[in-house]
């Protein structure tokens, strides 16, 4: 086996538990190895570090696979890595039958990502290393997870930076393009052909069911409260009932009014509903995606509470936003002069009790943060104006290179510019299903956070 050795003055990254050696760091290469070969990484002075696979094109050019010296990644190799991974999986997500299984370099398997949907997986291959081993790692999915079918997902252009061409299509079994999964208690239709990456994030499914606190406790601000009442069968319960002192039959009178951007599969949309909303406004650019969240909230017979927007979430914030700044000149007419002989924009100017914003990744390179940067005030910024006195706004960011604490700042400097103070609640990062090995930063990669939006009098 080759062997590459590694600059003396290099910082021990590799010593720290990263699983990247960068071409940089590398001093010689003993040997001739094949792009895509397991490689043995020593140090300057002939230590054994780690086996990982070689790619000369690439800057990461060698993926650690293990600690141990190894001859192959064979089938028996990936079977005992994918037992693994299941494992940690059904203790974290006991009741889950639909989740990510491989998470890349955080499971030790660089360069592969599988999601299971009930008993199809989807997979995508994203290294050369990964992918001159393609039939083992098949034949040791099917040995560890006994799936009905295995689709892969390998059309992304991160392979290019590899060498390789994007590929999709069946790799085992059979694979309906639809697969109906079930996520705390919800149903939800994946579409593993079209869908974006492989048909859905479970990356957020805990902070999903994080939004359930939000959605009740709203019917006081419409003058709703409960009385006791005698029942036909002589009981007495507690009824809500308006200002006039009338019973309010509307079972979700206590209930949040929401606005989601960035739907996707409409899947906060779904939580919302569920935990108790009172109407959801449901919005995303693509109307493949919005078909989608449709499919999504009949299946779980929420249609009358939702209703869906095919629009740029930038465009609408902007033009709700603008809508209001009217609405607030009309009511100070008597103050100054303001025309009022301009109609006001038909459906501008309104406002949720909360206000979710879920948007795909800004910053895809270092370079591009100052850009994503503008791009999460943006939306930030509009979307707290809407929302509510008191209510919350909820939004992410999957960007990387867009670190926390800049996220956190960005949405400041926002509610600077809007007027407001915000009250973080909860920031959380990707489910349990996305394990991060500590050190590896590039593995931080989702922000998730929940504030309390108050207007500075």
Same mark, same amino acid.
């Given at each position: 086996?080759?062997?590459?050795?590694?600059?003396?003055?290099?910082?021990?990254?590799?010593?720290?538990?990263?699983?990247?050696?960068?071409?940089?760091?590398?001093?010689?290469?003993?040997?001739?190895?094949?792009?895509?070969?397991?490689?043995?990484?020593?140090?300057?002075?002939?230590?054994?570090?780690?086996?990982?696979?070689?790619?000369?094109?690439?800057?990461?050019?060698?993926? !650690?696979?293990?600690?141990?010296?190894?001859?192959?990644?064979?089938?028996?190799?990936?079977?005992?890595?994918?037992?693994?991974?299941?494992?940690?999986?059904?203790?974290?997500?006991?009741?889950?039958?639909?989740?990510?299984?491989?998470?890349?370099?955080?499971?030790?398997?660089?360069?592969?990502?599988?999601?299971?949907?009930?008993?199809?997986?989807?997979?995508? @291959?994203?290294?050369?290393?990964?992918?001159?081993?393609?039939?083992?790692? @098949?034949?040791?999915?099917?040995?560890?997870?006994?799936?009905?079918?295995?689709?892969?997902?390998?059309?992304?252009?991160?392979?290019?930076?590899?060498?390789?061409?994007?590929?999709? &299509?069946?790799?085992?079994?059979?694979?309906?393009?639809?697969?109906?999964?079930?996520?705390?208690?919800?149903?939800?239709?994946?579409?593993?052909?079209?869908?974006?990456?492989?048909?859905?994030?479970?990356?957020?499914?805990?902070?999903?069911?994080?939004?359930?606190?939000?959605?009740?406790?709203?019917?006081?601000?419409?003058?709703?409260?409960?009385?006791?009442?005698?029942?036909?069968?002589?009981?007495?319960?507690?009824?809500?009932?308006?200002?006039?002192?009338?019973?309010?039959?509307?079972?979700?009178?206590? &209930?949040?009014?929401? *606005?989601?951007? /960035?739907?996707?599969?409409?899947?906060?949309?779904?939580?919302?509903?569920?935990?108790?909303?009172?109407?959801?406004?449901?919005?995303?650019?693509?109307?493949?995606?919005?078909?989608?969240?449709?499919?999504?909230?009949?299946?779980?017979?929420?249609?009358?509470?939702?209703?869906?927007?095919?629009?740029?979430?930038?465009?609408?914030?902007?033009?709700?936003?603008?809508?209001?700044?009217?609405?607030?000149?009309?009511?100070?007419?008597?103050?100054?002069?303001?025309?009022?002989?301009?109609?006001?924009?038909?459906?501008?100017?309104?406002?949720?009790?909360?206000?979710?914003?879920?948007?795909?990744?800004?910053?895809?390179?270092?370079?591009?943060?100052?850009?994503?940067?503008?791009?999460?005030?943006? !939306?930030?910024?509009?979307?707290?104006?809407?929302?509510?006195?008191?209510? /919350?706004?909820?939004?992410?960011?999957?960007?990387?290179?867009?670190?926390?604490?800049?996220?956190?700042?960005? !949405?400041?400097?926002?509610?600077?510019?809007?007027?407001?103070?915000?009250?973080?609640?909860?920031?959380?990062?990707?489910?349990?299903?996305?394990?991060?090995?500590?050190?590896?930063?590039?593995?931080?990669? *989702?922000?998730?956070?929940?504030?309390?939006?108050?207007?500075?009098?």
């Amino acid at each position: 086996m080759a062997v590459v050795v590694l600059h003396k003055k290099r910082k021990k990254r590799l010593e720290e538990g990263h699983p990247w050696v960068y071409k940089t760091e590398i001093e010689r290469v003993d040997g001739e190895p094949a792009n895509g070969q397991l490689v043995a990484v020593h140090r300057h002075d002939g230590q054994y570090l780690a086996t990982g696979y070689y790619n000369e094109a690439s800057q990461l050019t060698v993926r !650690i696979v293990g600690y141990e010296p190894l001859a192959a990644m064979d089938r028996a190799w990936f079977a005992d890595r994918l037992n693994v991974c299941r494992e940690l999986r059904e203790r974290f997500v006991p009741q889950a039958r639909s989740y990510r299984l491989v998470y890349g370099e955080a499971d030790f398997l660089p360069g592969l990502i599988v999601d299971k949907f009930e008993d199809v997986l989807v997979v995508q @291959v994203l290294t050369l290393g990964m992918e001159l081993v393609r039939e083992e790692l @098949v034949a040791a999915l099917v040995e560890v997870m006994q799936p009905a079918g295995i689709y892969e997902r390998s059309d992304v252009s991160v392979r290019k930076l590899e060498g390789l061409e994007e590929r999709k &299509g069946v790799l085992y079994g059979d694979c309906p393009r639809h697969v109906t999964i079930r996520e705390n208690g919800l149903l939800l239709e994946v579409d593993i052909v079209e869908g974006q990456k492989t048909g859905y994030f479970f990356d957020q499914r805990e902070n999903r069911a994080a939004i359930a606190p939000l959605m009740l406790g709203w019917g006081k601000r419409s003058g709703i409260q409960t009385v006791e009442k005698q029942q036909d069968d002589g009981t007495v319960a507690r009824v809500p009932v308006n200002k006039s002192g009338t019973e309010v039959t509307f079972p979700y009178w206590d &209930g949040a009014t929401v *606005l989601e951007c /960035f739907s996707h599969t409409g899947s906060f949309t779904l939580h919302a509903c569920k935990y108790g909303a009172k109407k959801v406004t449901c919005l995303d650019i693509s109307e493949h995606a919005i078909e989608s969240a449709k499919r999504n909230v009949e299946l779980n017979g929420f249609t009358d509470r939702v209703e869906f927007v095919v629009a740029d979430a930038f465009d609408y914030l902007r033009a709700q936003a603008r809508g209001l700044d009217q609405k607030k000149e009309r009511s100070q007419a008597s103050q100054r002069k303001v025309d009022t002989s301009v109609a006001l924009e038909a459906g501008k100017g309104r406002t949720w009790d909360v206000v979710i914003l879920d948007p795909p990744a800004f910053a895809k390179s270092r370079g591009a943060v100052e850009g994503a940067c503008r791009g999460y005030k943006d !939306i930030n910024l509009h979307g707290m104006k809407l929302v509510n006195e008191g209510g /919350f706004l909820v939004t992410a960011s999957c960007s990387y290179h867009m670190k926390p604490e800049l996220f956190l700042e960005t !949405i400041q400097a926002a509610a600077t510019d809007a007027g407001k103070t915000l009250r973080l609640i909860e920031f959380r990062a990707a489910g349990t299903d996305h394990p991060r090995i500590l050190g590896v930063e590039e593995g931080h990669y *989702l922000k998730f956070a929940i504030f309390e939006v108050r207007t500075r009098r």
